[in-house]
């Protein structure tokens, strides 16, 4: 599986932005997929996670109440919102799948099976 985020960008703070995490080589369907990001000098952290039954769970609270995720089969993708974006979102966004779709995994680190390149997203006081 080739996973392929998009939809980064320069955002004003207070704004929006949808990425998108596209998928190649299977159906995306019966998979976890995560998204994840990377400030500069910061550890990766986990966002949001949508199991294959549309069930979605958060992880960083910062982004509880201003994001979603969301996955549209057909196109095989997997999307996340952000509103109301904060200079502290500035980061590079990544996803990640997991061939175990039946549950977002509840450790932190579980190693998920495929990882795309990511997408910069910074957004400007």
């Known amino acids: 599986v080739q996973l392929q985020a998009s939809g980064g960008g320069l955002v004003q703070a207070g704004g929006s932005l949808r990425l998108s995490c596209l998928a190649s080589g299977a159906a995306l369907d019966s998979y976890v997929v995560g998204w994840f990001r990377q400030a500069p000098g910061k550890e990766r952290e986990r966002l949001l996670c949508?199991?294959?039954?549309?069930?979605?769970?958060y992880y960083e609270e910062s982004l509880k109440g201003r994001s979603a995720i969301s996955r549209d089969n057909a196109k095989n993708t997997v999307y996340l919102q952000i509103h109301r974006l904060e200079p502290e979102d500035t980061a590079v966004y990544s996803c990640?799948?997991?061939?175990?779709?039946?549950?977002?995994?509840?450790?932190?680190?579980?190693?998920?099976?495929?990882w795309g390149k990511g997408t910069q997203v910074t957004v400007s006081s």
């Open positions: 949508i199991d294959d039954r549309g069930r979605s769970a």
């Open positions: 990640a799948a997991d061939r175990y779709g039946a549950k977002c995994p509840e450790n932190p680190n579980y190693p998920m099976d495929y």
